[in-house]
């Protein structure tokens, strides 16, 4: 899961599988083994892929372009195991188990084969037919490691091939695959006393239109799969009531008399037995040239004790400069192309003796709106995301939550966090569903209620505009102003995390992990055709969608007047008291309410309410913007207010839905809505205060 | 010798001999490849001493110490 036009937005609210008729095809594995590479190129879309653990946290649906049958691939969420201990585990097993698909792709990394084999022969064991993609064969070489794919299908009973994710051809040969007639894998020996116990289960099951694998999977799962799980899959199979529940008792006879009743004791004998086969099969098929793992002078610089941080400050600040300094010229160029639009249009709308109000609607209105979204909001993201992206790529957002992790257990909350933040930054939405990598749901909550602080690809840009235009006069200050804002964001989600884990989400921290991957040298090309067109197609979607009729409204609103001025400027009056009170003025408040479906439009609704004759007025510059806002009274105290108030106020409506949505909890919604704006409403007082002192 | 895990110091190896860890977290640690007897490596420790990262089966896998220390493990002598 990541950002894309398909998952951040109201996208990311969309996650039903398509109607299909032709062959279901299932990706499944572990996290972070190239899975959604793989599925990408074989499907070409553009599901966000990272160096991280956890990218896909729902299922991703695409028709594979590569093969000549009808033929829908679905993407499961990575995961170590079908025990579903977390979220994503659960979605994947429930895949697996329940759905229909023809085969299964268990796609495992040849540099840590024995550890991915745990999940691949869980996977054999009811997938009715199955193949292993062992990945990342190239990055496994360097390491000194190669796998014997022959030896491995004759081991596992089903076909193997080496791909590695980044080598184009790959997935041809992988899509070929798919065309053979397959098998199911070999079953793993659990021993005899076990093997006893299926058996009896298997005599009861089989010629009931139940095939031996699904016979043996339901015996085992009748052991260790948990009551709802059992009766899903009796469901599944068809198993009559009475019958399931004659093989429930079986089973916890079994346990008492085969284990002393302790339950805890049988999953290890399972587990151990799986294990136990994943390290033969690996030994046997792997050649290890030289011991491997440990970390590098890369992990000693970005983890150590004292460079840890400042190297985290300093990427940050190299991202943040280059986004505020790159996007100077590209905005100014959009800018002029959207005045020339504008023109024509109104010229094209006169000749054509259209209404003068009309005209003006569609040019003040609808196109100039439009225009200062896009020229304003798209450079910054076009270069801020491909950047991140390379960052994401490399491995390194990992290490973050690695050296970030102790700060976020002192405050109740999971080291995850800071991974869903960085999801945040780019759409909220987005990263609030990116929460779901977070296991304890105590934690997740408290990720998910303060996920609105990071400010998002919306929010961005108008923190770089009132910057620049009332406290740095040079890119270099900028950065650094901006980089302090989202320093102090993230103190604040600190301390909001830990005063709700304190309060409302009491709970100790619970336990985690996290694997540190590779790095990896990426893909620039794809980096920057994926960020680039993907953020731009989203950026503009957005932008056309919610701009042209937000401009239309607001245009209409700030020109009917009533008595002695406009609509606008009534609410705006009406909300001035409150606006006031916390150092902004009503027509801000106003811009934020009515920027509540995407915030891109704050600004030019603040510009539109100023400027007198209701429409934005010409804005080549930002010191021409700089004046207008002076002239309507704003001080050093309502740009900082206004910066606190950009990041800490109410979500756009998309997240506040998709926190509906996650939590299914109207409480919850709200108290998204409500702790972001108090700390801003709070923070805004505390300035106004510190304001009037000086 | 038997320790726990978290007592490992960076460069350390050793076998694991037991899990005490609660039943979600040591379903899960297994399944992620910290079985019993299994060999593993203290690679080196968070700025703030927690997490600890540790070497397993080829991959890193970083656990907090609090979770570490639930883990006994058998230290390979030099």
Not at chain 1, 103 to 116: F, N, Q, T
Not at chain 1, 632 to 658: E, Q, Y
Request: proline share 4%; with cysteine; net charge positive.
């Amino acid at each position: 899961m990541g950002l894309t036009y398909s998952s951040s937005g109201s996208g990311a609210n969309k996650t039903s599988a398509p109607e299909f008729n032709g062959r279901r095809i299932l990706f499944a594995g572990n996290p972070n083994v190239g899975k959604s590479t793989l599925f990408n190129s074989l499907t070409g879309l553009h599901q966000h892929t990272g160096n991280w653990t956890g990218k896909t946290v729902l299922c991703a649906y695409g028709k594979c372009k590569e093969c000549e049958a009808d033929t829908l691939l679905i993407d499961l969420p990575g995961c170590y195991s079908l025990n579903s201990r977390s979220e994503e585990e659960r979605v994947a097993r429930d895949e697996i188990y329940f759905s229909e698909y023809e085969k299964a792709v268990i796609v495992c990394d040849a540099s840590c084969l024995e550890r991915h084999l745990f999940l691949a022969y869980q996977i054999l064991e009811i997938a009715p037919e199955a193949l292993i993609c062992v990945n990342l064969a190239d990055e496994a070489e360097r390491k000194g490691v190669s796998v014997d794919a022959p030896l491995l299908s004759e081991l596992t009973g089903v076909p193997c091939i080496l791909t590695s994710a980044k080598k184009k051809g790959d997935e041809k040969k992988l899509s070929a695959l798919f065309d053979k007639d397959g098998s199911g894998g070999n079953g793993i020996n659990y021993g005899d006393r076990i093997e006893g116990y299926i058996a009896s289960v298997c005599s009861l099951l089989i010629g009931e239109g139940i095939s031996r694998r699904q016979a043996r999977a339901f015996a085992l799962r009748a052991l260790d799969g948990g009551e709802d799980f059992v009766l899903s899959f009796a469901k599944r199979l068809s198993i009559h009531p009475s019958l399931t529940a004659e093989i429930r008792i079986l089973a916890d006879n079994f346990i008492a008399s085969a284990f002393g009743g302790n339950a805890e004791a049988l999953c290890d004998a399972i587990s151990a037995a799986i294990t136990a086969r994943a390290e033969k099969t690996a030994r046997q098929c792997t050649v290890r040239r030289r011991a491997g793992g440990g970390l590098g002078r890369a992990d000693k610089l970005l983890t150590g004790r004292f460079t840890a941080f400042p190297v985290m400050l300093a990427l940050l600040f190299f991202i943040l400069f280059l986004t505020v300094k790159g996007a100077n010229y590209p905005s100014d160029m959009l800018r002029r192309f959207f005045d020339i639009i504008e023109n024509g249009v109104c010229g094209l709308l006169t000749d054509l003796a259209v209404p003068t109000p009309i005209v003006k609607l569609i040019c003040e209105g609808m196109i100039r709106i439009t225009g200062w979204v896009i020229s304003v909001m798209l450079p910054p993201m076009a270069i801020f995301f491909p950047l991140f992206t390379l960052l994401e790529d490399i491995g390194y957002l990992p290490r973050m939550a690695f050296n970030l992790d102790c700060c976020f257990k002192g405050c109740g909350a999971c080291g995850k966090q800071s991974l869903t933040m960085c999801m945040g930054l780019g759409c909220n939405a987005a990263g609030v569903v990116g929460c779901r990598i977070i296991d304890s749901r105590r934690e997740r909550d408290i990720a998910l209620l303060t996920n609105a602080f990071m400010p998002c690809n919306g929010r961005f840009p108008m923190l770089i505009t009132v910057i620049g235009i009332f406290f740095a006069s040079s890119g270099t200050a900028s950065a650094v102003i901006l980089l302090a804002v989202i320093v102090i964001a993230v103190l604040m989600t600190l301390l909001v995390s830990k005063l709700l884990s304190s309060t409302l989400l009491r709970g100790v921290p619970s336990s985690f992990t996290l694997e540190l991957p590779s790095f990896r040298m990426p893909n620039i090309k794809q980096v920057l055709i994926r960020s680039v067109i993907d953020r731009t197609l989203f950026v503009l979607g957005r932008a056309v969608a919610v701009a042209l009729p937000a401009g239309a409204v607001i245009w209409l609103l700030s020109n009917t007047v009533i008595g002695d001025s406009s609509v606008i400027g009534h609410l705006s009056r009406a909300l001035d008291p409150i606006g006031a009170f916390i150092g902004l003025d009503g027509v801000i408040l106003l811009a934020f309410i009515l920027g509540l479906p995407a915030n891109e439009i704050v600004i030019p609704i603040i510009l539109m309410c100023y400027v007198s004759g209701g429409a934005l007025s010409d804005h080549s510059s930002l010191q021409e913007l700089g004046i207008i806002l002076k002239e309507n009274g704003w001080t050093a105290l309502t740009a900082v207010n206004f910066l606190i108030f950009t990041v800490f106020h109410w979500p756009c409506s998309t997240t506040v839905l998709t926190v509906k949505k996650e939590t299914g909890s109207i409480k919850k919604t709200l108290a998204a809505v409500i702790i972001p704006t108090l700390t801003g409403v709070t923070l805004c007082l505390l300035t106004r205060l510190i304001f009037s002192i000086i | 010798m038997l320790t726990s895990m978290s007592q490992l110091k960076n460069g350390e190896r050793a076998l694991i001999y037991s899990l005490e860890n609660k039943k979600d977290m040591r379903r899960r640690l297994i399944d992620i490849g910290f079985g019993t007897g299994t060999e593993v490596v203290c690679l080196g420790r968070a700025p703030f001493s927690d997490p600890i990262a540790y070497g397993i089966k080829g991959s890193v896998i970083a656990l907090r110490k609090a979770d570490a220390a639930l883990i006994t493990v058998d230290r390979e002598e030099n």
